[in-house]
T-cell receptor
Framework: AQKITQTQPGMFVQEKEAVTLDCTYD???????LFWYKQPSSGEMIFLIY??????QNATEGRYSLNFQKARKSANLVISASQLGDSAMYFC????????????FGTGTRLQVTL | DVKVTQSSRYLVKRTGEKVFLECVQD?????MFWYRQDPGLGLRLIYF???????EKGDIPEGYSVSREKKERFSLILESASTNQTSMYLC???????????????FGDGTRLSIL
């Protein structure tokens, strides 16, 4: 069975600084995808970034980038130039390729951006 | 833009009641999902459906059932609500795997359900 581990329950970062949110995963399947979602206090889940297990380059989307280290089974989210609006819960999730799109989620990291 | 709409943002029900949570998506997605979210536990899959009238159990199906009579609508049913089902419930939809593995699940805004 797949497992996602997010070891940081809470993180603080100053505005305009970069922050890394950790995610490690466990699967014996060679083909999978990794997703990061943001959940503001209002509750909606917002998709941020995707990394496929066979992708050669780390994914980037604007201020978000994914530090993918396949051998270490880690997929850390890097947010550059943090903004107050980045304060939210962040979830890492994994999906095995070819399955019925089921996602396995981590427990999340609450990020607080301060002035 | 994909729109996943959950019928209620907040809901308060009593122990023993039969509770219906409704979810509608407008993107013609084959797959639909129900999760519950609890502090410190992340999101856990209750049930999912990959076609009309088709359903599969997720990781925590006990005490729940689902219905999918039309492609765009997926209902979660609490047969006899109990206090331990007080939680945030999230509905999601997506294309099937063959239409792009990078396609994310799209979520509704969630329903905060309290069982008294």
């Amino acid at each position: 069975a797949q497992k996602i581990t997010q070891t940081q329950p809470g993180m603080f970062v100053q505005e305009k600084e970069a922050v890394t949110l950790d995610c490690t995963y466990d699967t014996s399947d060679p083909s999978y995808g990794l997703f990061w979602y943001k959940q503001p206090s209002s509750g909606e889940m917002i998709f941020l970034i995707y990394q496929g297990s066979y992708d050669q380059q780390n994914a980037t989307e604007g201020r978000y980038s994914l530090n993918f280290q396949k051998a270490r089974k880690s997929a850390n989210l890097v947010i550059s130039a943090s903004q107050l609006g980045d304060s939210a819960m962040y979830f890492c999730a994994m999906r095995l390729t070819g399955t019925a799109s089921k996602l396995t989620f981590g427990t999340g990291t609450r990020l607080q951006v301060t002035l | 833009d994909v729109k996943v709409t959950q019928s209620s943002r907040y809901l308060v029900k009593r122990t023993g009641e039969k509770v219906f949570l409704e979810c509608v998506q407008d993107m013609d997605h084959e797959n639909m999902f129900w999760y519950r979210q609890d502090p410190g536990l992340g999101l856990r899959l209750i049930y999912f459906s990959y076609d009309v009238k088709m359903k599969e159990k997720g990781d925590i199906p006990e005490g729940y059932s689902v219905s999918r009579e039309k492609k765009e609508r997926f209902s979660l049913i609490l047969e006899s609500a109990s206090t331990n089902q007080t939680s945030m419930y999230l509905c999601a939809s997506s294309y099937p795997p063959g239409q792009g593995d990078s396609q994310p699940q799209h979520f509704g805004d969630g329903t905060r359900l309290s069982i008294l």
